[in-house]
């Protein structure tokens, strides 16, 4: 089974919609992230959380907002979904000394 | 938001050849990881450096984290078609007090076979 989990994996929404996109994650790491990637770029960090009462901004963060329901769990919501957020999202964790970071498979989101 | 210089941005190679691509920075860096995304999927973690001067290997692929700590390369020896895939590097700045990466652009290798 996957360490780190997306759902949902694809998703197509209008204008205006409220989404929100999942990730859990089985490595009992405390440490959680939201990327953005769009063609040709690298990723880009929306949210980060170090802990379950820890959450923080990142680069990108407007239009954005996040929850941490549990160690193992860190949702991303669009409140108001724009087509400029059309993108591939991507949850990933590290944890430990080394502190190195996996990712999850992603998101597709289309937004019409 | 504040990427890493990496090279190049795409290469084709023929299957055997070796690869080589590295990332620059102008900061200082205290942790590099090297990932490999294939289409529609998440960044898989190939190698992780964690000390100036560190050369790793995986199978085939061979990094190193720069001696001035503002570099690192990744090498793919003998390519076959499944390396394709698009390649990127990620650094953890020294100065940045916190877990934050920060990720290249992306290497995109195609391999001919």
């Known amino acids: 089974d996957a360490d780190v989990t997306q759902t949902p994996r694809n998703r197509i929404t209008k204008t205006g919609k409220r989404i929100m996109l999942e990730c859990s994650q089985t490595?009992?790491?405390?440490?959680m992230y939201w990327y953005r990637q769009d063609p040709g770029l690298g990723l880009q960090l929306i949210y980060y959380s170090f802990d379950v009462k820890d959450i923080n901004k990142g680069e990108i963060s407007d239009g954005y907002s996040v929850s941490r329901q549990a160690q193992a769990k860190f949702s991303l919501s669009l409140e108001s979904a724009i087509p400029n957020q059309t993108a591939l999202y991507f949850c990933?964790?590290?944890?430990?000394?080394?502190?190195?970071?996996?990712f999850g498979p992603g998101t597709r989101l289309t937004v019409l | 938001g504040q990427q890493l210089n990496q090279s190049p941005q795409s290469m084709f190679i023929q299957e055997g050849e070796d690869v080589s691509m590295n990332c620059t920075s102008s900061?200082?860096?205290?942790?590099w990881l090297w990932y490999k995304q294939d289409p529609g999927e998440g960044p898989v973690l190939l190698i992780a450096?964690?000390?100036?001067?560190e050369l790793t290997s995986n199978g085939r692929l061979t990094a190193q984290f720069g001696i001035t700590r503002k570099d690192s390369f990744l090498n793919i020896s003998a390519s076959i078609p499944s390396d394709v895939g698009i390649y990127f590097c990620?650094?953890?700045?020294?100065?940045?007090?916190?877990?934050?990466?920060?990720f290249g652009t992306g290497t995109r290798l195609k391999v001919l076979a």
């Open positions: 900061s200082i860096f205290n942790t």
């Open positions: 490595k009992g790491h405390d440490r």
């Open positions: 990620a650094g953890q700045p020294a100065t940045s007090g916190t877990y934050k990466y920060i």
């Open positions: 450096l964690y000390k100036a001067g």
């Open positions: 990933a964790t590290s944890g430990g000394f080394a502190d190195t970071q996996y």
